[in-house]
């Protein structure tokens, strides 16, 4: 080995023994060493993250808060945080919980964000159903159905919007569950968390008539009735009975058979005469 190689090798070996001692000094600054009795150490976010994202040392830190305010559920090690994912969009300071998270490789990140005892259904929308492409995950929608009212076999049928669920939340558009941008997307799905009963609602609605999604203002909580899944009346089906008339009796006149004329005819050969008695019917 040469000098010039030797040189690179020392000098490698010396920026990575640098590089270790700065990230040991950094988590010495960053992990609190004095707690005082009325203090807990928590896991705590580092940097804003939005949901579906698969945690890294890098974005927790730890810190001191008072334990009145301190969860019995927060999470102390930041090794136990560390290759979660968030179901929800997290800021800095917020305090971690295992509510908070899912474990890494349960099906997709958009399963981790599944409520318990909920599922995940995609409708079709477009420009207008999508609410001019500013529906974002995590939103809440309420969805309405028109649909056609009135007795089928008539022509003034007349158009009818009703309300069939409410408050549901936005779990992706198209095939992003991260809230990346602010910016209006026109997408051409959206997958709405519903329960089995909700979604064979909507499920039923879609089939009824057209759906229409309205967005909801985040801090609006105030419940909307509802209404049963509109049903069109099923058309009246209506037997046909043909009549057959009775036959007329119809009357014959019995005419009297002719009674038989007898004629006689006369028939002369040569000189003699015969006569011969013929029966007209």
């Known amino acids: 080995m040469n000098r010039r190689s030797l040189f690179f090798v020392l000098l490698s070996l010396i920026f990575g023994v640098g590089a270790v001692m700065l990230a040991q000094n950094w988590l010495k600054k960053t992990?609190?060493?004095?707690?005082?009795p009325d203090?807990?150490?928590?896991?705590?976010?580092?940097?804003?993250v939005p949901s579906g994202t698969v945690l890294e040392r890098k974005h927790l830190s730890l810190q001191t808060i008072?334990?009145?305010?301190?969860s019995d559920q927060a999470l102390t090690d930041v090794e136990g945080a560390v290759g979660k994912?968030?179901?929800?969009?997290?800021?800095?300071?917020d305090t971690l919980h295992p509510q908070k998270l899912a474990n890494k490789g349960e099906g997709s990140v958009l399963a981790s964000l599944?409520?318990?005892?909920?599922r995940a259904v995609t409708?079709?929308?477009?420009?207008?159903?999508?609410?001019?492409?500013?529906?974002l995950p995590g939103n809440r929608v309420d969805v309405l159905v028109t649909f056609k009212a009135g007795d089928p076999r008539s022509p003034s049928k007349r158009s009818q919007t009703d309300v069939v669920l409410s408050n549901l939340k936005v779990l992706a558009?198209?095939?992003k569950a991260n809230q990346d941008s602010?910016?209006?997307?026109v997408v051409r799905a959206v997958t709405l968390e519903v329960t089995l009963e909700e979604a064979e609602t909507l499920m039923s609605a879609r089939s009824k008539g057209t759906i229409q999604l309205a967005l909801r203002n985040p801090n609006d909580d105030a419940p909307i009735e509802v209404v049963e899944t509109p049903t069109a009346p099923e058309p009246v089906l209506e037997t046909a009975v043909a009549t057959i008339p009775t036959p007329k009796a119809v009357s014959r006149t019995v005419r009297p058979e002719p009674k038989a004329v007898s004629k006689k005819i006369e028939v002369i050969r040569g000189t003699q005469q015969h006569t011969v008695s013929v029966e007209n019917h």
């Open 173 to 175: 558009i198209d095939q």
């Open 31 to 36: 992990q609190p060493t004095n707690i005082a």
């Open 123 to 135: 409708i079709r929308v477009n420009d207008v159903v999508g609410v001019a492409g500013f529906l």
């Open 66 to 70: 008072p334990k009145a305010l301190a």
């Open 182 to 185: 602010s910016q209006p997307i």
């Open 85 to 93: 994912v968030t179901k929800f969009p997290l800021l800095r300071g």
């Open 39 to 48: 203090q807990a150490l928590v896991v705590t976010m580092a940097i804003d």
């Open 114 to 118: 599944i409520s318990p005892n909920k």
